[in-house]
């Protein structure tokens, strides 16, 4: 199975950027596609795609979220952090079965 | 738009059965492969399994293998999850989630909720 690993929690000031890292145990790309993709949870709310394929932004996904990476180092960038972003963030690989999730990161404020 | 309404949640003892439905609306049902998704309480998402569009590939979790059946009807725009020999590690928000082309979930239903205890 191919791990992926987060970490638990990062704070970070309101208007600042926000970097949340992905690391997975195999290669995810696959014929120059990266299968990595990054969810947005708030508290009792589902799930939200925010970025597919690495780095692809999401239908109706504001532009301060960015996504960036190759191969098994991957990173979700938010700038500027506003109030509304406030979440946990999961990444997911598709490459291979079993489908895996990290274990989130929690975005807090400083 | 798209939505994905799951049904059939509950409390349920130790070692029973359950079924849950996901009925699907806003776009071509058929077209698209769906998986289960679950998340237990305080915890991170889990992938439960994954059917595609026309049920000739199914996939599950070890967790979940000779246990759950995912399956659906594209007549009814339903998606499925036979659940037996439940345990409390089943306890979870059972999420109905479209696949994308690439193997994202570009919708996610708004869970139901599955509590295995005596």
């Known amino acids: 199975d191919i791990v992926l690993t987060q970490s638990p929690a990062l704070a970070v000031s309101l208007e600042q950027r926000a970097t949340i890292s992905c690391k997975t145990s195999q290669n995810v790309d696959n014929y120059g596609i990266s299968y990595m993709h990054w969810y947005q949870q708030k508290p009792g709310q589902q799930p939200k795609l925010l970025i597919y394929e690495g780095s692809n932004l999401a239908s109706g996904i504001p532009a301060r979220f960015s996504g960036s990476g190759s191969g098994t180092d991957f990173t979700l960038t938010i700038d500027p952090v506003e109030a509304d972003d406030i979440a946990t963030y999961y990444c997911?690989?598709?490459?291979?079965?079993?489908?895996?999730f990290g274990s989130g990161t929690k975005l807090e404020i400083k | 738009e798209v939505q994905l309404v799951e049904s059939g949640g509950g409390l349920v003892q130790p070692g029973r059965s359950l079924k849950l439905s996901c009925l699907a609306s806003?776009?071509?049902?058929?077209?698209?492969?769906m998986n289960w998704i679950r998340q237990a309480p305080g915890k991170g998402l889990e992938w439960v399994a994954s059917i595609s569009s026309s049920s000739s590939y199914i996939y599950y979790a070890d967790t979940v293998k000779g246990r759950f059946t995912i399956s659906r009807d594209n007549a009814k725009n339903t998606l499925y999850l036979q659940m037996t020999s439940l345990r409390s590690e089943d306890t979870a928000l059972y999420y109905c989630?479209?696949?994308?082309?690439?193997?994202?979930?570009?919708?996610w239903g708004q869970g139901v909720m599955v509590t295995v205890s005596s």
């Open positions: 806003g776009f071509t049902f058929s077209n698209y492969g």
């Open positions: 989630a479209r696949r994308a082309y690439s193997g994202d979930v570009d919708y």
């Open positions: 997911q690989q598709s490459k291979d079965y079993p489908l895996t």
